[in-house]
């Protein structure tokens, strides 16, 4: 079982930036890809960031490609999402994500466990 617990949202203006941070327990986590997915007000749920087991791969959606950062600290059981130049666009809960397999970047669909969220809004 894996347990995931975000932090780090809250409210910013369009071009700010935050640091959203994603504790993890209840697994090997340094033996894991994670990952950063997003769902806003009446939209489905879309995958945002990605991170292999050692850090050494990483992957963007288009929409948040050169803005946003993935990052992670096994020692510290930790993923981490930094947002620059943030965008109304960008206001959504964002949920941190563990695969049920270890592969080095699994495909959107592999990620079983959730976190409950963090809520980050970007006013205009």
């Known amino acids: 079982q894996v347990q995931l617990v975000e932090s780090g949202g809250g409210l910013v203006q369009a071009g700010g930036s935050l640091r959203l941070s994603c504790a993890a327990s209840g697994r090997t986590f340094s033996s894991s890809a994670m990952g950063w997915f997003r769902q806003a007000p009446g939209k489905e749920r879309e995958f945002v960031a990605s991170?292999?087991?050692?850090?050494?791969?990483?992957y963007y959606a288009d929409s948040v490609k050169g803005r946003f950062t993935i990052s992670r600290d096994n020692a510290k059981n930790a993923v981490y999402l930094r947002m620059n130049s943030l965008k109304p666009e960008d206001t959504a809960v964002y949920y941190c994500?563990?695969?049920?397999?270890?592969?080095?970047?699994?495909?959107?669909?592999?990620?079983?466990?959730w976190g409950q969220g963090t809520q980050v809004t970007v006013s205009s």
């Open positions: 994500a563990a695969p049920s397999t270890n592969a080095t970047m699994p495909p959107e669909y592999e990620y079983k466990y």
């Open positions: 991170i292999s087991w050692n850090g050494r791969w990483t």
